[in-house]
């Protein structure tokens, strides 16, 4: 069974920080997708990453793929209270690509 | 323009009864899943469809019964419901390709409260 564990769990940051969120696995992925939800809503897909040492940025994100394709980070710069939501990391593997989602990190900014 | 659809979008019912929810996309898609989210936000996949035949079925009690009608449509029923199957249900759909770079677009979720 392929277990994704995201830290930290929760985060309360004030407008303007800096935040970083992990996702570790001891299994290797085909690839890691990282998602958004806000209350009330399903998941949207922000990034995707394939390739080991793989780095994307959108706008104030930077996401990374680790060298192994074991694990990911998200880094936000300058966290904005609209940053403010669950992120989800989603590692896909096996034939038929089935999505293991981590726990979580519930991430809010304070104006 | 709604993507993906599911009604309803709440539901609170009684122990023992039997319930369906139902999911519709109109992405033109070909796989359609079925996700599990408890109280602690935790996402579990329960079912995928591709092209009306099951792929995936994961450890889920056999109260669950998916079923697909045609490739835009995946309804999950769920028999003597109990307790512990409240939670949050999301349906997804993908493209078919079923490469690890899929997009799975989620619906809104339908938040099921069993009393």
């Known amino acids: 069974t392929q277990l994704l564990e995201q830290s930290p769990q929760f985060l309360s940051i004030q407008e303007g920080e800096n935040l970083t969120v992990y996702c570790n696995s001891s299994s290797v992925f085909s690839s890691l997708q990282w998602y958004r939800q806000e209350p009330g809503e399903g998941p949207v897909l922000l990034v995707t990453v394939v390739t080991g040492g793989e780095v994307k940025k959108l706008k104030r994100l930077t996401f990374q793929f680790g060298d192994a394709r074991k694990d990911s980070s998200l880094h936000i710069t300058a966290a904005q209270p609209g940053d403010t939501g669950l992120y989800l990391c989603?590692?896909?593997?096996?034939?038929?690509?089935?999505?293991?989602f981590g726990k979580g990190t519930l991430l809010t900014v304070n104006p | 323009d709604t993507a993906v659809s599911q009604t309803p979008k709440y539901l609170v019912t009684q122990m023992g009864n039997d319930k369906s929810i139902k999911c519709e996309q109109n992405?033109?898609?070909?796989?359609m899943y079925w996700y599990k989210q408890d109280s602690k936000k935790f996402l579990k996949i329960m079912f995928s469809y591709n092209n009306k035949e099951l792929i995936i079925n994961e450890t889920v009690p056999n109260r669950f019964s998916p079923k697909s009608p045609d490739k835009a449509h995946l309804n999950l029923h769920i028999n003597s419901l109990e307790l512990g199957d409240s939670a949050v249900y999301f349906c997804?759909?993908?493209?078919?390709?079923?490469?690890?770079?899929?997009?799975?677009?989620f619906g809104p979720g339908t938040r099921l409260l069993v009393l």
């Open positions: 992405l033109g898609h070909d796989t």
């Open positions: 989603a590692g896909a593997g096996g034939s038929n690509y089935k999505l293991t």
């Open positions: 997804a759909s993908s493209r078919p390709s079923g490469g690890p770079q899929e997009t799975q677009y």
